[in-house]
């Protein structure tokens, strides 16, 4: 079995009833929803590791891969703004806890970006990996927020499916429930489960 490789601990995330602006914002939902993969990363066995319960579905194996890819383009995106000396994508690992690693470290690398910008550089633009037109630093910041949380329920689904969150079937709450109004249709509808 590898050695694990020493990351460094989590810088301490902003408190969400406390946020001050929007860089904060973006950190605490990037660097959350990492460590909410990491979490769900953390409980599929090696076993289970590049495993889906469809073709049509990604493995843990290839969701972690695919945010640390776009965790690892978006930080050079934004770090250097010269785009003839940006470099391929690292290929990700293929051992679960190097990967794991891997994805916690650079979680961290973008909690120091965010906390190494101003909000006035929010404005100023980037060639995106596609060329022009440039695109805001803002942008890649909200890009990253929207993928890390698709790729969070991406696992997720993965860990429901492997009994690994709880093994009662699917019986989400339901807003109209909670608040007690009545004559509402049941949710979830009848569902067809067969394929």
């Not at 601990?9 to 929803?33: I, R």
């Not at 769900?40 to 090696?46: E, G, Q, Y």
């Not at 909000?119 to 909200?142: A, H, K, N, Y």
């Amino acid at each position: 079995m590898p050695e694990e490789t020493q990351v460094p601990s989590p810088l301490a995330m902003p408190d969400y009833e406390q946020l001050q602006n929007e860089l904060e914002v973006f950190e605490l939902m990037t660097a959350g929803y990492v460590g909410s993969i990491l979490r769900a990363a953390r409980l599929i066995p090696d076993d289970k590791w590049n495993w889906s319960y469809s073709e049509r579905t990604p493995t843990a194996r290839e969701i972690c891969g695919h945010t640390f890819a776009w965790l690892w383009c978006d930080r050079q995106q934004i770090q250097v703004p010269d785009r003839a000396r940006h470099r391929p994508t690292p290929d990700p690992p293929s051992d679960r806890q190097e990967m794991i690693s891997m994805l916690q470290a650079e979680a961290r690398e973008w909690q120091i970006l965010v906390r190494s910008l101003s909000t006035d550089q929010l404005e100023e633009g980037r060639v995106p990996w596609e060329g022009d037109p440039p695109r805001l630093i803002r942008s890649f910041l909200f890009h990253m927020g929207q993928n890390v949380i698709y790729k969070a329920g991406q696992i997720w689904m993965l860990a429901f499916e492997l009994g690994l969150d709880g093994t009662e079937p699917y019986d989400a709450p339901y807003p109209n429930a909670i608040y007690g109004f009545t004559g509402t249709a049941s949710w979830p509808a009848p569902r067809n489960t067969v394929i």
